[in-house]
């Protein structure tokens, strides 16, 4: 009988080896699992445990100057989830379909994409919808086939009851974008938080904004919530309040229905802007809510330009406007004086060029006060060519023309001061004194902002003072005193003052206040002349200045000059408030 033993020997020695082999193996994992790794997948295992839910902050409101509310937040809800579940069993085509069929079109691509956008850790909770009504969310959570991964957030939402009425001013908040993320890395932004785009909102971004708060919740295998492990609630931003005056805004725009163009209002000692509407408008809620690629492609492309502010960002020709600053120049300059007077025929001739007066029969003999009560373009060409360019921009400089005002709103202008040198440069052109006419004037390349405008008139009405516009109230006023003497000051204002009660501006005076000021007329290349009048009240103690622009207006005396009488009475006299003294 063979004798098997060897064989069995052998291969009990094979086993053995296998069975030792086996072991190292499985201790040698131990030690990388256990040992090596232990902290990676602690980690993992507590990650898995552990989910983190990001809160919004909640943005501060902003009032106008008495209390009215222009940016308010209310409660809608997000609905959020976890990528690890959201990724399982086509939950991203089912929940497409169960929004659609609830009236909420949003398609798997576009969760896809919001999902994608937002995600940077398996365990950092998503938005997949926002913007969902109480009344949509119930419907929603009621439904069978709603995913019980899933979950509503009550967030905070902006709206903005002024709407259109101060849109350029508060602009609005929409979702940061990649870029805006990029820009604000290390400040706590995440996807899908809202940010300032525009107006106010944008300016003050880090004042209104708040923290954002987080809840680290414990959950189960199946991604259920077994207990909340901390919560740090979300922070409110402050609240702002600003130098606006709503109701005299609102006036602003019904006086400007069915024009475009803009009315600034301005208190001219410390600089408080009550009224800064710019028309047509538009309504900034929808924006901050949400709209399509082609809802805002037809706003933008629009070619009354809605979105452009007119107040801050238009730059105008400020036409006759312009002569209070040239008469205080000729005053300062010792280039006229009261008894100074110039003959208007109508017409001049300069080089080989004749410049018109708007009055083609003439005025006759002119002095400053006669010249500014009518508006005498010929007076001022020969005052302008006196001065010559190089005094005029010296003067222009002085009453900040050429730069911003300072105003606490972005998009503002600079307006242009051109001269000699801007014209060559731009042009390739040499400087005539045909062009010094034309600036004498407020025509030619000298272009403002309606608020440039109104900060000149303010420096006239208040003494001689530059102040630098504000419309947060908590900004501290900030003015500079020009050197201007208090008699030139004077004369040029009873000038304004003859315009007003006996010259081109008769019919800002017509509301029950004394008003001073002066009319415009601003040709343009492309239609109709442009209107303007800035005027100030009351002309003893002045307290307000205001600016009316209305582009292609045709004239300053009769369709802007009213407008700032009114606006002006509104504020100034309570009756016209519908209130009593």
């Not at 190089?390 to 222009?396: I, P």
Request: charged fraction near 20%.
């Amino acid at each position: 009988m063979p004798d098997f033993r060897p064989v069995l020997n052998q291969r009990l020695k094979y086993w053995r080896i296998c069975v030792l082999f086996s072991m190292l193996l499985l201790a040698g994992g131990l030690y990388y699992f256990q040992i090596v790794n232990s902290d990676t997948y602690v980690r993992l295992a507590s990650n898995n445990r552990l989910r983190l839910v990001r809160f919004p902050p909640v943005r501060g409101e902003i009032y106008d100057r008495n209390g009215a509310l222009l940016a308010v937040n209310v409660t809608t809800f997000d609905i959020m989830g976890y990528p690890m579940d959201i990724e399982r069993n086509d939950m991203v085509e089912r929940m497409a379909e169960l929004l659609s069929r609830h009236g909420i079109p949003v398609t798997a691509e576009d969760l896809s994409r919001t999902i994608k956008r937002q995600y940077w850790a398996p365990y950092r909770v998503v938005r997949l919808v926002g913007n969902i009504t109480l009344a949509q969310m119930a419907d929603l959570v009621a439904d069978p086939e709603f995913p019980r991964e899933l979950f509503p957030l009550p967030v905070w939402r902006r709206t903005y009851p002024a709407g259109s009425l101060a849109s350029n001013i508060t602009g609005y908040v929409g979702e940061i974008s990649e870029n805006e993320l990029k820009q604000m890395e290390g400040r706590n932004y995440a996807a899908g938080d809202l940010v300032g785009k525009n107006g106010i909102e944008r300016q003050y971004e880090e004042t209104l904004r708040g923290t954002p708060g987080e809840e680290s919740v414990e959950v189960d295998a199946r991604g259920r919530k077994v207990k909340t492990i901390h919560v740090r609630t979300a922070g409110k931003g402050q609240d702002l309040r600003l130098t606006l005056d709503l109701g005299a805004q609102r006036l602003a725009a019904d006086l400007m229905k069915g024009y475009r163009g803009a009315i600034v209002v301005m208190d001219v000692e410390n600089g408080d802007i009550l009224v800064l509407y710019s028309s047509p408008s538009y309504d900034n809620n929808p924006l901050a809510w949400g709209v399509s690629t082609r809802e805002w492609n037809t706003l933008l492309n629009d070619p009354e330009r809605p979105m452009h502010d007119r107040s801050i960002g238009g730059q105008y020709p400020p036409a006759s406007t312009f002569k209070a600053l040239v008469g205080i120049a000729a005053l300062e300059e010792k280039a006229v004086l009261l008894s100074t007077t110039h003959y208007c025929p109508g017409s001049i001739a300069v080089g080989n060029r004749t410049f018109r007066c708007w009055k083609r029969s003439g005025h006759g003999t002119m002095n400053i006060l006669t010249a500014l009560q009518e508006s005498c373009d010929v007076y001022f060409y020969q005052v302008g060519l006196k001065l010559g360019i190089a005094k005029l921009l010296k003067w222009c400089t002085m009453f900040g023309l050429g730069s911003p005002t300072g105003l606490d709103l972005p998009g503002e202008s600079s307006g242009v001061t051109a001269g000699p040198d801007w014209k060559k440069a731009r042009l390739k052109e040499n400087w005539y004194h045909g062009d010094t006419v034309n600036y004498s004037i407020g025509q030619g390349f000298l272009l403002m902002t309606p608020v440039q405008l109104a900060r000149l008139y303010a420096a006239l009405a208040n003494g001689g003072r530059l102040v630098r516009p504000r419309l947060s109230l908590s900004r501290k006023a900030f003015s500079e005193t020009l050197k201007i003497d208090r008699k030139n000051l004077d004369l040029v204002r009873r000038g304004l003052d003859y315009v007003v009660r006996k010259g081109t501006g008769r019919r800002a005076g017509s509301f029950g206040i004394t008003v001073a000021g002066k009319t415009g007329t601003a040709q343009n290349p492309h239609g109709e002349d442009h209107a303007l009048f800035a005027g100030y009240a009351p002309i003893d103690n002045p307290k307000y200045v205001a600016v009316a622009i209305i582009e292609e207006g045709l004239h300053g005396s009769s369709v802007a000059s009213p407008m700032v009488g009114e606006i002006l009475s509104y504020l100034l006299v309570p009756e016209a408030r519908g209130k009593t003294p």
